[in-house]
Each structure stands twice: as structure tokens, then as C-alpha cells.
């Protein structure tokens, strides 16, 4: 007969374990023994750092932040490291060059984020709650855009959880209750809109391509993004395609609409809907999306607070890419233009996600795009394209 084997007791653990907890200190810096030198010392060399985090930092605040450390062990030269691992260049865009390790980082670290959020997103931290509107009704167009120029659109947020510490910091085991807790909360989800959870390491290869999966970018290895891939990163797709949640890959969670007829009416309807089903089942978990009272939603990088979202549009496009004053027609209109695989074709998608509420957002992108179309429209036929270049904001 089988028998249940006793609980292991350690007697000497058992009786100083409440002497090993009180000698655990208050200020988590504190455990630590770094053998760095002063903050003078430690500086990096930001001479050639093209990134936000590179044009923002002084000596001064690098020496505030110095000795801080939030308490799932996250200090300052965590949270520049992207910056100081890819610099960037003075002639491409300028990327943001820094990241939460967690959300507690946002607080701790604020004299630096908050500079750094105002810088990027163009718009003043205060003391007021962010807005936020998921009213899909209240976007005016979206679903006429001319599909001769507007071939697809792509609507992706991002959301963290409560009480994880953020990808670049983030333990396995974490990384594994995240991937559980998504399990449990999508499943929820499916009672409206079936869908299969794949877990990436048992993807093919014919399925990698469909989701258009890349191995991840050397400096998501370098900063701990992608630490021990593909362990507990996972993809959930919708049966009719019509949604795509990522989970634990830049961030804890990634929902993606994409509509292949640039309905951006119906991209935003849908992401607007499961995100807001998801946050419930969360809720129901005690595991809530993270808010912070000024910044509004936030992951990792702070080039997503506020609202998480980015809105992509692709056009055809032959002749404005080429206009002498493009770049400060988009800086103008709030949106930027990335290049694609084929040559004209050219992703248009807002900058900021802080500032302006979800659906100011998708009705600017909107709106740029028809008087993007416009343009091209005019310079098709030689025509001048000033009179319709919007005012300076």
C-alpha cells in the first residue's frame, strides 16, 4: 500500500527563519553589493546617443537616480541600457533609448520618464487623469478611405498586467503565470470569439509565416526581452482572423486587429470590444491591466503610456514619398511614413499614444491619411500640393 511521504521539516531553517526575515533590509538597493564606481564615474558616454534618453540625461539626474532601486530589483542603468546598446543616428528616426523594468519604475524613475514622455509624445504630464474614450461610434469615417491608395489597415494596444514585473525583467516563473493567466482570460474571450492559444515553440514553420513571425532583433536578446525565448511566449489567433493577442513578447499582453480592405472603422470596433472583455476577465483574475493616474495605461516603454495604441494604415503612395516637404507635412499632421517591402507601398501610423484619448487618436491618423491621399492625388496630375498642407500646430 502506497503511502503519503511527510512533509520535509528543516528544524534549524524552521527556527531562524524569522531572524533571516528581519535581517532582510527596507531599501532593496541595499542588498545589493555592485562594485560600481561614484555616479560621476558611471556616466556612459551619450557624445554620439542620438536616442531621447541620449538628448534628455544630465550628469545631475543621472546622479539622482543613482542609488534608487525599485523592489523587484530594477535600477537606473536597467532602465537606459536600450539607449546606451543602440544609440541610433542623427539621420534616422529618433527612437525613445529606454524601458520600465517594472511598473513601479514609472514612480521611482519619474524625473527622468516623465521629461522623457513630454519630449516624445509632445504633450505636458499633469495632474490630470488622462482621457480615454473606447466609444467606436464617436470615430467619424474610417471606413471609406479610398481603397485604390489604402490597401490594409492594422489596429494593435498594448496592456500590461498588474503585479508582473515588465519582459526586460521579468523572471520564467512570471513569464509562466502570465502565459497562464492569459490562457484563463482568453478562454473567457472565446465564448463570443472562438480561437486556438499556439504556443510558439511547437509552431511550424508555415505557421510562423502566416503570423509573419521574425526571430527577435539582436537587441531584444541584449536588454532581456527576449531571455530564454520561446519559453512561455504564445500567439492566440481568432478562427475567422479577425484577431491576434501576443503574449510575453514586448509586452505582457499585444491585441491586433488588422482588416485587409483598410476598414479602420471595424479594426478599431474590434480591438475597442475584446479589449474591454479582456480587462473584466483580468479584473475577475485580480490581475488588472496597469494604470498609473497620470500617465494612463503603461508598458514597458514609455513610447506606449497613455493609451497603447497604434494605428497603421498602408498606402500606395508613388509620388508624395518623394516630396520635398513630406517630413514636415507628417510632423504637421502627427503621423509618420515607413517604408514596406515593396517599394510603394508605405505604412502611415500615429507617433504619440499620450495625450489624446483612443479615438482622437484613430480619427487623426484618419484624417491624415485622406489629405495624404489627396496629395498624392494632386502631384499625379502635376499639380501643387501647398494650398492643402495643413496649418502649423
Not at 536616442?51 to 550628469?59: A, V
Not at 509624445?121 to 478611405?145: Q, R
Not at 514586448?250 to 482588416?259: A, F, G
Request: glycine share 6%.
Amino acid at each position: 500500500m502506497w503511502k503519503v511521504k511527510p512533509t520535509i521539516a528543516f528544524p534549524i531553517e524552521t527556527r531562524y527563519r524569522p531572524i533571516l526575515e528581519s535581517l532582510v533590509p527596507s531599501d532593496p538597493m541595499s542588498q545589493f553589493h555592485l562594485r560600481r564606481g561614484s555616479p560621476e564615474e558611471e556616466f556612459p558616454d551619450l557624445r554620439r546617443n542620438s536616442t531621447w534618453m541620449g538628448q534628455i540625461l544630465t550628469p545631475a539626474m543621472y546622479s539622482r537616480q543613482f542609488n534608487r532601486c525599485t523592489h523587484s530589483g530594477v535600477i537606473f542603468d536597467d532602465v537606459i541600457r536600450p539607449g546606451i546598446e543602440e544609440p541610433g543616428n542623427s539621420s534616422g528616426a529618433v527612437s525613445i533609448g529606454c524601458v520600465a523594468g517594472d511598473s513601479q519604475s514609472y514612480i521611482l524613475f519619474c524625473d527622468f520618464f516623465d521629461r522623457v514622455i513630454e519630449a516624445y509624445h509632445g504633450h505636458k504630464i499633469t495632474k490630470e487623469t488622462p482621457k480615454s474614450d473606447f466609444n467606436y461610434d464617436n470615430l467619424k469615417g474610417g471606413d471609406d478611405l479610398d481603397r485604390s491608395y489604402a490597401v490594409r489597415c492594422e489596429v494593435s494596444v498594448l496592456r500590461g498586467i498588474e503585479d508582473f514585473c515588465f519582459p526586460t525583467h521579468c523572471s520564467r516563473g512570471e513569464r509562466r503565470q502570465l502565459l497562464l493567466l492569459a490562457r484563463r482570460a482568453l478562454q473567457r474571450l472565446e465564448e463570443d470569439l472562438p480561437g486556438d492559444l499556439l504556443l510558439l515553440e511547437e509552431l511550424s514553420q508555415q505557421q510562423q509565416m502566416e503570423l509573419n513571425m521574425n526571430p527577435p532583433p539582436s537587441l531584444h536578446l541584449r536588454i532581456g526581452v527576449a531571455r530564454d525565448w520561446p519559453d512561455a511566449r504564445a500567439v492566440w489567433v481568432s478562427k475567422d482572423g479577425s484577431l491576434v493577442v501576443w503574449i510575453n513578447m514586448e509586452d505582457h499582453l499585444k491585441l491586433v486587429s488588422v482588416c485587409h480592405n483598410a476598414n479602420v472603422a471595424g479594426a478599431f470596433k474590434s480591438i475597442c470590444i475584446n479589449l474591454q472583455k479582456l480587462k473584466e476577465s483580468y479584473r475577475e483574475l485580480r490581475h488588472q491591466f496597469i494604470w498609473k493616474k497620470q500617465l494612463g495605461w503603461v508598458t514597458s516603454s514609455p513610447a506606449d503610456v497613455g493609451t497603447g495604441l497604434r494605428i497603421s494604415i498602408y498606402l500606395k503612395l508613388q509620388h508624395l514619398p518623394h516630396h520635398r516637404r513630406l517630413q514636415d507635412i507628417l510632423r504637421r499632421l502627427g503621423i509618420c511614413m515607413d517604408k514596406t517591402e515593396i517599394l510603394t507601398l508605405h505604412r502611415v501610423s500615429n507617433v504619440a499614444t499620450f495625450g489624446l484619448s483612443e479615438v482622437e487618436l484613430t480619427q487623426l491618423v484618419v484624417d491624415g491619411v485622406k489629405l495624404l491621399i489627396a496629395m498624392e492625388k494632386k502631384l499625379e496630375i502635376d499639380q501643387d500640393i501647398d494650398e492643402l498642407v495643413p496649418t502649423q500646430k
